[in-house]
């Protein structure tokens, strides 16, 4: 199972560590250093994408076996050199106005993100961009799930308050546009209108990319005469707490009876996962060049750690781990959370990565423990959801 789930981690990281120590070695940045910031890298990656692991597993258990091939394969090569590599390098050449010719010999040049003409400097010159066009996103995906239907409550009042909240139609844009507004004309002054320009083409998306899931996965179970399904499909193209609302068919948690998503809906899954990536990924490029000025380690970095949180994903898919831990979701979606307010607030503070990775792992471990404190309480219940994902 280790083998089969992370085969393909472990034969990048091989890979990774081969190119790194060559790019040390032809780079004079020596074979050692090279070697050290790569590790160094994967780790802050997979320590602050750990809580999108859960998410994307709560999304990728109702893909087919072909998407979710999809989603470690042609996804992973989006990951690493789509955001972790080409991206920067786009984001650079639009805020700086550089050619991408330019734009790539700049970024070969590295240099420090303080001083004023190097790739890093430009880099997070973007960074309000960035913050703003990640941090709502996350925000709608973590409103989605406070004000959402769940199975399972963890912090019982406040999220038994959202569900009441939530009745009220489009409650998460209009608190998601409340946060932005606030944001971009308090202490995010002096880059207002980027701010509400990325923070609504933030929003957008969201709404987009989630909404055309939604829509398909309907349709093609409305077409193929599964009425009973289509309102279950609806509420997965979410990948939120209505996913695990309505995450089995009868009694019991567990993917069991559960319709799969192939086709244009399972497609756009698949989308709503990459911006989801996209989203976790700002942060790491950005705290990277707090390590490392040279793009190309960061890229090696990052994508090693990339690949580990896809295997981590599917692991947990094919484990049943977030049957088997009913607070586990909960706990990503109120870390998610907290990267999203993070990430805003960082448009004029800077956080450093290790805070927002310890706080994201605080959630999570503090879910895991809940979830196993139940089990033993509640016995019974906890072998029927084991059961059920069996």
């Not at 890298?41 to 602050?48: D, P």
């Not at 933030?202 to 398909?216: A, D, P, Q, R, S």
């Not at 349709?219 to 979410?238: K, N, P």
């Not at 088997?324 to 998610?336: K, V």
Request: glycine share 12%; with cysteine; proline share 3%.
């Amino acid at each position: 199972m280790i083998l089969k789930t992370y085969g393909w981690s472990f034969a990048v990281t091989i890979v990774g560590l081969v190119l790194a120590a060559w790019y040390g070695l032809s780079a004079h940045l020596g074979i050692f250093q090279a070697l050290l910031l790569v590790v160094i890298l994967c780790v802050l990656e997979i320590s602050l994408s750990f809580d999108n692991a859960v998410v994307n597993a709560t999304v990728l258990e109702r893909m087919s076996d072909f998407w979710q091939r999809i989603f470690l394969s042609v996804g992973i090569i989006i990951a690493v050199f789509g955001m972790r590599l080409v991206f920067p390098i786009i984001l650079v050449s639009v805020t700086a106005g550089l050619g991408p010719v330019e734009t790539v010999q700049l970024a070969l040049e590295g240099g420090d993100p303080e001083e004023p003409g190097t790739y890093g400097y430009a880099l997070n010159e973007a960074h309000p961009t960035i913050a703003a066009f990640g941090g709502m996103f996350l925000l709608m995906l973590f409103l989605n799930f406070l004000f959402g239907e769940k199975e399972h409550h963890w912090l019982k009042p406040v999220e038994r308050l959202g569900e009441r909240i939530g009745k009220l139609e489009a409650v998460q844009v209009i608190v998601a546009g409340a946060v932005l507004l606030v944001a971009a004309e308090t202490f995010a002054t002096d880059h207002g209108r980027t701010v509400l320009a990325s923070g609504l083409a933030g929003i957008l998306t969201y709404l987009l990319v989630n909404g055309l899931g939604e829509l398909f996965n309907v349709e093609e179970h409305l077409e193929h005469g599964d009425e009973q399904h289509a309102d279950q499909a609806g509420a997965a193209a979410a990948g939120t707490g209505a996913v695990v609302a309505q995450r089995s068919g009868g009694s019991g948690g567990g993917p069991s009876g559960v319709a799969k998503a192939t086709g244009k809906a399972a497609f756009f899954l698949f989308l709503y996962l990459e911006v989801l990536d996209a989203s976790f990924s700002f942060d790491g490029v950005i705290g990277a060049f707090a390590i490392t000025s040279d793009p190309i380690i960061i890229a090696i970095g990052l994508g090693v750690g990339a690949m580990y949180i896809r295997s981590m994903t599917v692991h947990l898919v094919r484990e049943g781990t977030l049957a088997q831990y009913p607070y586990l979701e909960n706990g990503a979606l109120w870390a998610i959370g907290a990267l999203a307010v993070i990430l805003i607030i960082s448009i004029e503070v800077h956080i450093p990565e290790v805070v927002t990775g310890l706080i994201g792992l605080a959630f999570i471990v503090a879910a895991l423990i809940s979830s196993i404190v139940r089990n033993r309480r509640h016995p019974e219940e906890a072998r029927v959801e084991a059961h059920a994902t069996a």
